[in-house]
T-cell receptor
């Protein structure tokens, strides 16, 4: 079973920053934290991955506290096209189990 | 272009027939995965393979079978033993680093 806990759904408005938090209390020393985005009838798409502290790329930031028991995906200035399901995964390549994800709805 | 290809995109079968879904990757990835997704639900792991000629059951393997004879290919057979096979099936592959995976576009299987 998935080792993560995320909110089932979130609503936001265009232009706002959205933060989605994932809890992973049993994270192992060598586990990575990876986030995916999925649109309806498509395969998930990799967004960002990190091990500790902060990681930033062109679409998102990932904040990981020192104890690594949680992580926060930050999406700056969301638009309607960011409406999707976001999944947090923890582990290695032999543990690719998804939870239910967070359904983000961006409103105009 | 490098990527992962699933075919066909839509598949219709009669109840009681076995059906095989294709998944091919040219990313030189060692690991490959099959998932099932039902409407409004998350992805559930069916089978995965970390190396050629070896694979492991995921959380919902009953009624499914796989093979991994080549690194590039990981076909999934939905057998007549699968009680509710109508679903969206996704294939993925990944390297051995972390869990950054690449997904295909999926096959929507409808059994009538």
């Amino acid at each position: 079973l998935a080792k993560t806990t995320q909110p089932i759904s979130m609503d936001s408005y265009e232009g706002q920053e959205v933060n989605i938090t994932c809890s992973h209390n049993n994270i192992a020393t060598n586990d990575y934290i990876t986030w995916y985005q999925q649109f309806p009838s498509q395969g998930p798409r990799f967004i960002i991955q990190g091990y500790k502290t902060k990681v930033t790329n062109e679409v998102a930031s990932l904040f990981i506290p020192a104890d690594r028991k949680s992580s926060t995906l930050s999406l700056p200035r969301v638009s309607l096209s960011d409406t999707a399901v976001y999944y947090c995964l923890v582990g290695g390549y032999n543990d690719m189990r998804f939870g239910a994800g967070t359904r983000l709805t961006v409103k105009p | 272009d490098g990527g992962i290809t699933q075919s066909p995109k839509y598949l219709f079968r009669k109840e009681g027939q076995n059906v095989t879904l294709s998944c091919e990757q040219n990313l030189n990835h060692d690991a490959m995965y099959w998932y099932r997704q039902d409407p409004g639900q998350g992805l559930r792991l069916i089978y995965y393979s970390q190396i050629v000629n070896d694979f492991q059951k995921g959380d919902i393997a009953e009624g499914y079978s796989v093979s991994r004879e080549k690194k590039e290919s990981f076909p999934l057979t939905v057998t007549s033993a699968q009680k509710n096979p109508t679903a969206f099936y996704l294939c993925a592959s990944s390297t051995g680093t972390g869990i950054r995976a690449f997904f295909g576009q999926g096959t929507r299987l409808t059994v009538v």
